[in-house]
C-alpha cells in the first residue's frame, strides 16, 4: 500500500509540469514592472551606489588632490566627532520633544474632533486645521520669521503691550531649540489628530455601540474596545512623525540655519553643511550611509507594524 | 422629517461648547497663515512699521507687484510643469508595477515593496550628493528631464502602494471572467480593473502633485534658473539684497498656500492616505 502510494507521488512528480502559460505569465509581470524598475535603478539605485562608493574616498571640491581611496577612514573620523555626535543627540532630542508633544495635543484634538462628528461646517475647519502640515517648511519657516520678528512681528508687538520686553526667539541661545520644537508642533499636531481621527474610525461602529448599551466606564472602553483596533494606526502614525523629525531640514535651516551657535544644528543640517558649505563630499557620504541604515531599519519596524495590523484584523 | 425632530431634541449645551472648542483650535492653528494672507493685501507702507497694523484697506499692489518681477511667474510655470509632468508618468508606470505586485505577486514583491518604501523615508540630504554629481556627470542639471525623472522616482513609491492596496480590494474574478471572455489583458487592466481603482489614482495624483510642489532640496540643488519652482523662489528671492523682502514673502506665500487649501477642501478624504504614504486607509 505504502509503495503504491510512493510510486503515485513519483509519477506525479515525473509528469511535466504546464511550464509554458507559467514562464509567459512570468514574463508579463516583470514587463510590467519593467518601467518602475528603470526609474527605481536609474533615480535610486544608481545613487545609493554612488553614494557608498563616495563615502570610502576622501574627496572635497575645493581641495586641489584628486579623490584618494581612504577605505573606512571616513566612518570612524565621523564616529569620532564630537560635533557630529552633539548633533545627533540634539536631533533625537528634537525628535523626542516634538513627538510627545504632537502626539499628546493630536490625540486630544483628535478626540475633541470625533465627538463634534456632526458639528457645523465640520469639513472647514478641518481645512483650516490641517493646512500647516501641507505648507512646505521653506514657506512656514519664513511666514514664523516675520510673526516671530523681534521688531515687526506681531507677537512680540503684544508682549511689549503685555509690558514685557522684546525678545528674539530665534537667535536667543535658550530659547531658539524651543522655538524650533515649537513651530514643528505647530506643523504636525494637525497630522498626529489625523491619524487619531482614522485610529479612531478603525474601531468597528458596532462594538462602540455594544459598549455604550452596557455603560461601560471610559477607563474600560478605552482599554478593551478602542486601544486593541486603534493602537496599530497610532503606532505608525507616530513612527512616521519619527522618520519625519528625522528628516527635518529645511525648516531648522530657514528658521534659524542652525544657529545661535549649534544650538539647533540638527543631523540632517549638519549633513547639508558638510556637503554644499565645506563640500567634503566623501565624509558627507559617510554619514549617509549611517542614515540610511537608520531609515531602513525605520521602515522595517513600520512594516512589521503594518503586518501586526493586517494580522490581527484576519 | 423624522431625523430633523431627533436631532432638534438633542442637549446642545455641552455639544455647543465642544463644537465651539474645535472651531477655535483650528482658527488658532490657521491663524499664522492667515496672519501671512492678511500682510500679502496691506498697502506696503504698513507691512514693515513697529506696531502692526490690523485694520486697512486692501489692496493688490503686493500681488501685482511679486508677479511683475522677471522669474515670479516662471517659478509658478516651472512648478506646473514637473510637478504635472513628473506626477503622471509616475501614476502611469506605477500602475502597471502595481498591477503585476497585486496580480501576479512576482518573486521578490515584499522586498521591492520594502525597498521603494524606505526611498521616501530616507532624508533628503543624504542624497543630494550622489544626484547632484551623477546629474553633474550627465548633463542633466537644470533640465526638465532630469528633473521630472527623479520627480518621478519620487512619486513611484506612494502611488504603488496606494494603488496595490486598491488593487488587492478588487476581486481577481474580474480579471478571470475578462479571460474566458477572451479579452486581452491590456482590455482588462485599462478597461475592466483600472475605472474601478479611480479613487486610489485620484488620491496618489493629488498628494504627489503636493509633495513635489512642496519639494525644496533637489529642486534647489539640481535644477537652476529655468527649472527652479516656488519653494527655490520663495527662498531666493526673500533674501535679496540682504534683508528679507516680506512683501514679497507674503505675496507669493499666499498664492503659493491657497490652492493648497482648496485641495484639502476638496480632497480632505484622501488626505489620510495621501499622508501616509498610501499604507493606512481610513475613515477621518
Redesign the interface.
Given at each position: 500500500m505504502a509503495k503504491s502510494i510512493e510510486t503515485l507521488e513519483k509519477s506525479i512528480k515525473d509528469v511535466p509540469k504546464a511550464k509554458k502559460p507559467e514562464s509567459k505569465?512570468?514574463w508579463?509581470?516583470?514587463g510590467?514592472?519593467a518601467?518602475?524598475l528603470f526609474?527605481?535603478i536609474?533615480?535610486?539605485v544608481?545613487?545609493?551606489i554612488?553614494?557608498f562608493g563616495?563615502a570610502f574616498y576622501d574627496y572635497t571640491l575645493t581641495s586641489a588632490n584628486k579623490p584618494k581611496l581612504i577605505g573606512f577612514k571616513n566612518f570612524f573620523d565621523f564616529l569620532a566627532n564630537q560635533q557630529l555626535a552633539g548633533s545627533v543627540s540634539r536631533t533625537f532630542i528634537f525628535l523626542l520633544c516634538a513627538i510627545i508633544l504632537q502626539t499628546f495635543l493630536g490625540i486630544l484634538?483628535g478626540v475633541?474632533?470625533w465627538?463634534?462628528d456632526k458639528?457645523?461646517?465640520?469639513?472647514?475647519?478641518?481645512?483650516?486645521?490641517?493646512?500647516?502640515?501641507?505648507?512646505?517648511?521653506?514657506?512656514t519657516s519664513?511666514?514664523?520669521?516675520?510673526?516671530l520678528d523681534p521688531?515687526?512681528?506681531?507677537i512680540n508687538?503684544f508682549v511689549s503691550v503685555l509690558g514685557f520686553e522684546r525678545f528674539d526667539t530665534l537667535t536667543d541661545r535658550t530659547l531658539a531649540f524651543p522655538t524650533l520644537v515649537f513651530v514643528d508642533t505647530?506643523m504636525w499636531?494637525?497630522?498626529m489628530t489625523?491619524?487619531t481621527?482614522?485610529?479612531l474610525?478603525?474601531v468597528p461602529k458596532a462594538e462602540l455601540e455594544a459598549a455604550r448599551i452596557d455603560r461601560l466606564p471610559l477607563i474600560r472602553l478605552i482599554k478593551t474596545v478602542i486601544w486593541p483596533h486603534a493602537k496599530f494606526?497610532l503606532g505608525?502614525?507616530i513612527l512616521?512623525r519619527t522618520?519625519d523629525a528625522?528628516?527635518t531640514?529645511?525648516l531648522a535651516y530657514?528658521l534659524t540655519g542652525g544657529g545661535p551657535g549649534d544650538r539647533t544644528e540638527l543631523?540632517?543640517?549638519s549633513?547639508?553643511r558638510f556637503?554644499?558649505k565645506s563640500f567634503k563630499?566623501g565624509y558627507?557620504?559617510a554619514?549617509?550611509v549611517f542614515?540610511?541604515f537608520i531609515?531602513?531599519a525605520?521602515?522595517?519596524i513600520?512594516?512589521y507594524i503594518?503586518n501586526a495590523r493586517k494580522k490581527a484584523e484576519e | 422629517m423624522a431625523e430633523t425632530t431627533f436631532k432638534a431634541k438633542r442637549k446642545p449645551g455641552p455639544i455647543r461648547f465642544a463644537t465651539l472648542g474645535a472651531w477655535g483650535i483650528s482658527l488658532l492653528f490657521f491663524l499664522p497663515v492667515a496672519w501671512i494672507i492678511s500682510t500679502a493685501f496691506k498697502p506696503k507702507e504698513s507691512i514693515v512699521v513697529s506696531p502692526p497694523v490690523f485694520f486697512f484697506k486692501p489692496t493688490f499692489n503686493n500681488i501685482t507687484e511679486a508677479l511683475s518681477f522677471d522669474n515670479t511667474l516662471d517659478y509658478f510655470i516651472h512648478s506646473i510643469v514637473y510637478s504635472f509632468g513628473s506626477v503622471t508618468i509616475a501614476i502611469l508606470v506605477s500602475y502597471l508595477a502595481a498591477y503585476s505586485f497585486s496580480r501576479y505577486k512576482p518573486a521578490g514583491t515584499d522586498f521591492l515593496m520594502f525597498l521603494l518604501l524606505s526611498t521616501r523615508f530616507v532624508p533628503a540630504a543624504a542624497f543630494v550628493v550622489p544626484y547632484f554629481q551623477l546629474f553633474n556627470l550627465l548633463k542633466l542639471k537644470d533640465s526638465y528631464i532630469g528633473l521630472i525623472a527623479f520627480y518621478t522616482m519620487f512619486s513611484i513609491p506612494f502611488s504603488v502602494w496606494i494603488l496595490k492596496g486598491f488593487l488587492d480590494g478588487i476581486s481577481q474574478r474580474y480579471d478571470e471572467t475578462g479571460l474566458v471572455y477572451g479579452a486581452s489583458r491590456w482590455h482588462i487592466m485599462f478597461k475592466v480593473i483600472l475605472p474601478q481603482v479611480k479613487p486610489g489614482l485620484v488620491a496618489s495624483f493629488v498628494f504627489n502633485i503636493l509633495f513635489v510642489w512642496n519639494e525644496f532640496l533637489f529642486n534647489f540643488q539640481l535644477g537652476g534658473a529655468k527649472t527652479f519652482g516656488v519653494p527655490v523662489g520663495l527662498f531666493t528671492g526673500s533674501t535679496k539684497g540682504g534683508a528679507i523682502d516680506w512683501a514679497y514673502v507674503a505675496s507669493i506665500g499666499t498664492l503659493y498656500v491657497l490652492p493648497l487649501v482648496v485641495v484639502i477642501y476638496a480632497f480632505q478624504k484622501y488626505l489620510l492616505v495621501g499622508l501616509t504614504f498610501g499604507t493606512v486607509r481610513g475613515e477621518v
Open positions: 505569465k512570468n508579463f509581470s516583470w510590467l514592472l518601467p518602475v526609474f527605481f536609474l533615480m535610486s544608481l545613487p545609493t554612488w553614494m563616495l484634538i475633541l474632533f465627538k463634534n458639528m457645523p461646517g465640520r469639513r472647514i475647519a478641518l481645512t483650516l486645521f490641517f493646512t500647516p502640515m501641507v505648507v512646505t517648511p521653506i514657506a519664513l511666514f514664523w520669521k516675520f510673526i521688531t515687526l512681528g506681531v508687538y505647530w499636531t494637525p497630522f489625523l491619524m481621527l482614522a485610529a474610525g478603525s494606526i505608525l502614525g512616521l522618520i528625522f528628516k531640514m529645511d530657514v543631523i540632517a543640517v549633513l547639508y556637503a554644499f563630499l558627507s557620504s554619514v549617509s542614515l540610511l531609515a531602513i525605520l521602515t522595517a513600520y512594516l503594518l | -
